[in-house]
């Protein structure tokens, strides 16, 4: 199968690596190194920063923002030469040219070669699975007949705590700062004796200091050291030209206050033809007994055999991951993102969150109740046992009334109740889907305390009093009031008084009562069930009555008594969310479905994808918010919005509208977004948040890779709704909506401990439906395939007929 190929690089023929080229790349290109607590984000040129579990509070690694050069400081390890010539592995921070350069990001690793002067050298980032610290795994290679002595100095530049304490108040909170060299361990420590962990500003101090220690240390004999950034760096000077590695020599700093950093220096010599490999090592340990620790991970890592043995381990951990799906389709980036790179993606915003990246920096916002509840439904598919205690861990910020944080800290459990409309209902939305992925409906009595103290009680009265309070916040008009956003943050005044009102909301509620409705019958709580089944007639009959324009549903109503996302409006006059919502949640009947799609199809659509909404709002309109004043075609005002482009393919699937669904979903896929590299400018193998829509004279250009919401709802929509094979209480139901053209696919999919071999053959070439469906050669009633024993495989034949020929 050829893959496409990208300026800047390519995919690797298993698709596993994306492959950069030239290190020039239009913007750093991010990969990510993770065991879901130790984390790194590395780039194309090593720059990025690590973190112990949360990126605000326990900083390991700094990060400089909006710095230029850009992309700095990161994890380098500079070469000098005899002669005085010197260069970093990585390419940067010594941008000097090299006869070769090549980036690898991989699964769970990323690899960086290069080559100049006849000196060939490769680091393997990586961070194992079952210590907290990251490896850097280095090999030099004289490729000449002459005898090479060189000078080795890895360096990082460390943060040691709360990154935004150390982002806006460094003068003060480098007076902490504590980095010793031990001579026995030939290992830099280094701590901070001050730590903040509240959200907001205050003169009251904590009065404690950072729990964790760094330590930093190579498999080759340290000569020297620096634990001072100024000595290593220099007077006015930079990471392009540490005096430092100019002069060949560190000057032993240890310090007790002062920009800390950790810098070591070896020697050797490099015969003809020879290579050398060895580690470097950088991680966390507990306060306590702290050398101990230290010592005991390091023997563990220190040899580069081991190093070597452990990064297999990594990449076997990440085969097995991806292989719960597997699919076999006509279009080999679909085959790309679906095995390989939606996966990672979504892996990585479960953990990640919307919090530890080069666009979301990890100072202010934390982990989001909304975002971590979608995420999920990546690491399901291969992790559930891993998802429930985060969907646990969720919960427990609910309040008894039955509303949530919005937002929190891992490490501090503090949050923000921001009184978004939505943040509630995605609860139940993820213990719904847990549910019917696991089959494990025990999880439903599991004891949950709230943020507010109180009796725990079980997921299923959370769950219960999460719907609860969003009924309690209806209007008389029976619609959810808009509050200070819904699930567009952007949207922000158009209901604070309490009297606008998100349609959106609406939708996403009946969405949210009628799983609830399926779930509660199959646990005999059949009085709240129809208490629930009332509410859903009441919130869609008004949707209906008083939210249908004529030709598609408005986005809401104002506390001013205006509308938004209406015919009646200049700008702003239609909301993909309303529509496609309209359609995912059932509330809209069959021809006003079809109609405000097509609306949408008309007026939202652009060679790269669907808008958020059009016209552009090209005014400020104070009683909107935000939206209105992002500048036209950027961000939540008039972009081609993936996530948002995600829900409406999967409302074309729902009306069997498989060419359509295709026609979007593989004009968002990034490797097509990505096709001209310099204008699109971000990763070409990970989602964008979004991309700039012809509204903007930056048509094309994305922001915001990596961590967003479309890359889980991406790959669902793919293997759940385009390929049709999506979980349900009673086993997985086959429902494929693919495009005509297409013979037939083929899917492998793992389901509660049994493995589904699936053939979808389509002779008639439709775009939807089902005549026909045999397990093991014989044929079942409808188009659920049964739960089968742990351990079973079966093969399954499906024959597609019958509709859209």
């Known amino acids: 199968m050829q893959l496409r190929l990208i300026d800047y690089g390519h995919f690797s023929k298993d698709g596993t690596e994306f492959i950069v080229s030239r290190p020039d790349t239009p913007a750093p290109w991010v990969n990510y190194i993770s065991n879901g607590r130790y984390t790194g984000l590395v780039t194309n040129a090593g720059g990025g920063f690590s973190y112990w579990v949360d990126p605000r509070d326990s900083r390991i690694t700094r990060w400089r923002y909006n710095s230029l050069p850009w992309d700095r400081p990161g994890r380098y390890v500079y070469i000098r030469e005899i002669d005085g010539d010197y260069w970093s592995l990585s390419w940067q921070p010594t941008p000097k040219e090299f006869d070769f350069y090549e980036c690898r990001h991989g699964m769970g690793y990323t690899r960086i070669q290069t080559e100049r002067r006849g000196l060939f050298g490769q680091?393997?980032?990586?961070?194992?699975?079952?210590?907290?610290?990251?490896?850097?795994?280095?090999?030099?290679?004289?490729?000449?007949?002459?005898?090479r002595r060189v000078a080795i100095f890895p360096y990082v530049e460390l943060c040691l705590g709360h990154a935004l304490v150390d982002l806006i108040n460094q003068p003060n909170d480098q007076h902490f700062n504590l980095v010793n060299f031990n001579r026995e361990d030939r290992t830099l420590y280094a701590t901070k004796n001050y730590w903040v962990t509240r959200r907001g500003v205050s003169v009251e101090q904590p009065n404690k200091a950072w729990d964790k220690y760094v330590f930093f240390t190579t498999s080759l004999p340290v000569v020297g050291w620096d634990g001072s950034k100024d000595a290593f760096i220099g007077r006015w000077r930079s990471e392009s030209n540490p005096a430092g590695v100019e002069e060949g020599r560190l000057s032993d700093t240890n310090i007790?206050?002062?920009?800390?950093?950790?810098?070591?220096?070896?020697?050797?010599?490099?015969?003809?033809?020879?290579?050398?490999?060895?580690?470097?090592?950088?991680?966390?340990?507990?306060?306590?007994?702290?050398?101990?620790?230290?010592?005991?991970?390091?023997?563990?890592?220190?040899?580069?055999?081991?190093?070597?043995?452990?990064?297999?381990?990594?990449?076997?951990?990440?085969?097995?991951?991806?292989?719960?799906?597997?699919?076999?389709?006509?279009?080999?980036?679909?085959?790309?993102?679906?095995?390989?790179?939606?996966?990672?993606?979504?892996?990585?915003?479960?953990?990640?969150?919307?919090?530890?990246?080069?666009?979301?920096?990890?100072?202010?916002?934390g982990v989001g109740i909304r975002d971590q509840c979608q995420d999920l439904m990546g690491p399901l598919l291969s992790q559930p046992d891993l998802v429930t205690d985060r969907i646990a861990e969720v919960i427990s910020h609910q309040f008894q009334d039955g509303s949530t944080l919005h937002n929190?800290?891992?490490?501090?459990?503090?949050?923000?109740?921001?009184g978004h409309s939505d943040t509630p209902l995605w609860l139940p939305f993820a213990v719904t889907a847990y549910i019917k992925e696991t089959g494990d409906f025990d999880f439903l009595d599991r004891l949950v305390p709230f943020q507010d103290g109180g009796e725990p009680a079980s997921v299923l009265d959370h769950i219960i009093r999460a719907v609860d309070y969003a009924l309690s916040n209806l209007t008389p008009n029976h619609l959810p009031k808009f509050g200070p956003g819904d699930w567009n943050d952007t949207l922000d005044y158009v209901g604070r008084r309490g009297i606008g009102e998100s349609v959106w909301v609406g939708e996403f509620l009946c969405f949210i009562l009628r799983g609830m409705i399926e779930l509660l019958e199959m646990q005999n709580a059949k009085s709240v069930a129809s208490r629930y089944r009332e509410d859903y007639v009441k919130i869609a009959q008004s949707l209906n009555e008083?939210?249908?324009?004529?030709?598609?549903?408005?986005?809401?109503?104002?506390d001013d008594g205006g509308v938004i996302g209406s015919s009646k409006n200049e700008e702003g006059r239609i909301f993909m969310n309303a529509q496609s919502w309209a359609v995912i949640s059932g509330i809209a009947p069959p021809e006003r479905a079809i109609r405000c799609m097509e609306s949408a199809y008309q007026m939202l659509g652009t060679p790269r994808g669907p808008k958020i909404l059009h016209p552009a709002y090209t005014k400020v309109d104070p009683g909107i918010g935000l939206a209105t004043r992002c500048v036209p075609g950027k961000k939540e005002n008039g972009a081609i919005f993936n996530h948002v482009a995600s829900w409406a393919i999967l409302a074309e699937c729902i009306l069997g509208h498989g060419d359509r669904a295709y026609?979007?979903?593989?004009?968002?896929?990034?490797?097509?977004?990505?096709?001209?590299?310099?204008?699109?400018?971000?990763?070409?193998?990970?989602?964008?948040?979004?991309?700039?829509?012809?509204?903007?004279?930056?048509?094309?250009?994305?922001?915001?890779?990596?961590l967003t919401g479309s890359a889980v709802w991406m790959l669902r929509d793919g293997i759940d709704w385009i390929l049709g094979v999506r979980p349900t209480y009673d086993g997985l139901l086959v429902d494929p909506c693919i495009p005509k053209v297409w013979d037939g696919y083929k899917i492998t999919r793992r389901f509660r401990g049994a493995t589904y071999e699936i053939e979808v053959?389509?002779?008639?070439?439709?775009?939807?439906?089902?005549?026909?469906?045999?397990?093991?050669?014989?044929?079942?009633?409808?188009?659920?395939?049964?739960?089968?024993?742990?351990?079973?495989?079966?093969k399954v034949l499906v024959t597609m007929g019958g509709f859209g020929s």
């Open 546 to 558: 008083r939210c249908w324009d004529g030709d598609w549903y408005i986005r809401g109503t104002r």
């Open 256 to 365: 007790t206050a002062g920009d800390a950093c950790a810098a070591l220096h070896s020697e050797f010599v490099l015969g003809p033809e020879e290579q050398v490999e060895f580690t470097v090592l950088l991680g966390v340990t507990d306060v306590e007994d702290h050398r101990a620790q230290a010592r005991a991970v390091v023997s563990r890592y220190i040899d580069p055999a081991a190093a070597g043995k452990e990064l297999d381990r990594v990449r076997k951990w990440w085969e097995e991951y991806l292989s719960t799906v597997r699919v076999e389709t006509p279009d080999p980036e679909m085959n790309l993102m679906l095995n390989v790179w939606g996966k990672r993606q979504a892996w990585v915003t479960f953990n990640m969150n919307r919090n530890a990246g080069y666009y979301h920096g990890g100072l202010l916002f």
């Open 123 to 147: 680091i393997s980032y990586f961070v194992p699975l079952d210590d907290d610290l990251e490896i850097w795994l280095v090999r030099l290679e004289n490729r000449t007949y002459e005898e």
């Open 761 to 794: 053959r389509n002779p008639d070439h439709v775009e939807h439906g089902v005549v026909s469906i045999e397990v093991d050669g014989k044929k079942i009633e409808g188009n659920v395939l049964p739960v089968l024993p742990r351990g079973i495989t079966a």
């Open 408 to 418: 929190f800290f891992k490490l501090t459990g503090q949050g923000e109740k921001t």
């Open 663 to 706: 026609e979007w979903y593989r004009k968002c896929m990034p490797m097509i977004q990505a096709s001209d590299p310099d204008v699109y400018r971000m990763e070409p193998y990970v989602y964008s948040e979004y991309v700039t829509s012809p509204d903007h004279p930056t048509f094309g250009q994305a922001s915001h890779s990596w």
